[in-house]
Each structure stands twice: as C-alpha cells, then as structure tokens.
T-cell receptor, first 120, second 114 residues
Framework: EAGVAQSPRYKIIEKRQSVAFWCNPI?????LYWYQQILGQGPKLLIQ????????DSQLPKDRFSAERLKGVDSTLKIQPAKLEDSAVYLC??????????????????FGEGSRLTVL | AQSVTQLDSHVSVSEGTPVLLRCNYS??????LFWYVQHPNKGLQLLLK??????LVKGINGFEAEFKKSETSFHLTKPSAHMSDAAEYFC????????????FGPGTRLSVLP
C-alpha cells in the first residue's frame, strides 16, 4: 500500500513569508497528525485530526500556523508569517485510530518523509 | 501528564557488540510504549510496541524491549549491532490504544563503529 505522502520535501523562504505543506495519509486512516521536529529534538505535536475534526491543537501557534483537513483525507499546514524559529522538519503521520468505543486501532503511527523548512 | 526521558543523547558502539538505549516514562495511565527509528532524511519507522500484552516485546531487525512497570522503563536492546543500525531512536508513550497524545522523547543517536 502507498505510504504517507508529503510535499514539498524542501522549502527555503525569507522570514515573514508564507509557506504551505501538504500531506496525503494512508488510505482509510482516520487520524492525521502534524508534528514539528526541530534539529536535535523529538517531534512535537502541532495538531491532530480525527476525520475532518480537530482533536488536539493545543500546541499549535495559532497566530501564525493554521491547518485544515476539509474532506477528512488530505491536509494542509500553513505558516504565515514565518519566523526564524520555524525552521524545522514538518512531519505528517496517520493512523487507523478511531474514537474510543468505535474500535481499537493498532496504536501505530505511519510517517511521511517530512518537509524540511529553512527560514532565512 | 505524560513524559519520556531518554537518558543518553548519543550512544556509540562497535559493530557486533550489544546495543542498549534507555527510556524512562511517566504516565498517569497504563501506557502504550513504542520505539521508532529515524534514518537520515527519512521518515520515522516503528521498531516495536508494547500494549499491555507480553512485557518482552520483539521488533524488527533484531531489536527488543522490556517493559518494567516498577522501574517505569522501556529500554531497547539488540544483541549485536550492525552498521545499518546507525540512526536516531525515539521512545514514545501514549496513554491508551486509541492514539491520543503520543509523546516523543528527545531521541538517542546511535553510532556504530566498524
């Protein structure tokens, strides 16, 4: 089966510019995650979707970051305006998780290869 | 709240010698625990997972991990390191099997010397 697809793989922008990243999860995966991985650190959750609804966006800097998953399939993460500290790899992951009571998923996250952002 | 501590930021071993990557967790629930591996410029890949079944979990590429509740640990081991094992390893905790709140540790970089 096809894995999680992300684009672009690399992006270089000037600070205060905008950027958008796209993710297409594995077919049938209800849950989609965006993580930010700063060099030398573990991934940090930005936002989690269950189908087309937001489950957790508590760590998303909402003044500059936005994300959507309009049809419950692919998703876009946008940064506007970008800051130097946004330089990181943005990882998209998906899983089979269903809401509690609707069946147990595998507990496994499947990751894309990431989108590396450099802000100058 | 959950948290993960990986006690070593960098581990260096010689090829053919054992590997030990340490992980301690804090969780208010009976957690699920995972180890993921990240090779350079690649996405993260699941090595193994513990979800309240057997406490000794076997994963891919000869890796295994033991869940010790009394020590709140989930250390990753491999009897004999291979050059291809050089990568970044992340310990991950989740409070249940429903995919909520995956929390990643800071990672341990494994170097394998010839």
């Amino acid at each position: 089966e096809a894995g999680v697809a992300q684009s672009p793989r690399y992006k270089i922008i000037e600070k205060r510019q905008s950027v958008a990243f796209w993710c297409n999860p594995i077919s049938g995966h209800a849950t989609l995650y965006w993580y930010q991985q700063i060099l030398g650190q573990g991934p940090k959750l930005l936002i989690q979707f269950q189908n087309n609804g937001v489950v957790d966006d508590s760590q998303l800097p909402k003044d500059r970051f936005s994300a959507e998953r309009l049809k419950g399939v692919d998703s876009t993460l946008k940064i506007q305006p970008a800051k130097l500290e946004d330089s990181a790899v943005y990882l998209c992951a998906s899983s089979l998780q269903q809401p509690p009571g609707q069946g147990i998923g595998t507990g496994e996250l499947f990751f894309g290869e990431g989108s590396r952002l450099t802000v100058l | 709240a959950q948290s993960v501590t990986q006690l070593d930021s960098h581990v260096s071993v010689s090829e053919g010698t054992p590997v030990l990557l340490r992980c301690n967790y804090s969780s208010s629930y009976s957690p699920s625990l995972f180890w993921y591996v990240q090779h350079p410029n690649k996405g993260l890949q699941l090595l193994l997972k513990y979800t309240s079944a057997a406490t000794l979990v076997k994963g891919i590429n000869g890796f295994e991990a033991e869940f010790k509740k009394s020590e709140t640990s989930f250390h990753l081991t491999k009897p004999s390191a291979h050059m291809s094992d050089a990568a970044e390893y992340f310990c991950v905790v989740s409070p249940d099997n429903y995919g909520q709140n995956f929390v990643f540790g800071p990672g341990t970089r494994l170097s394998v010397l010839p």
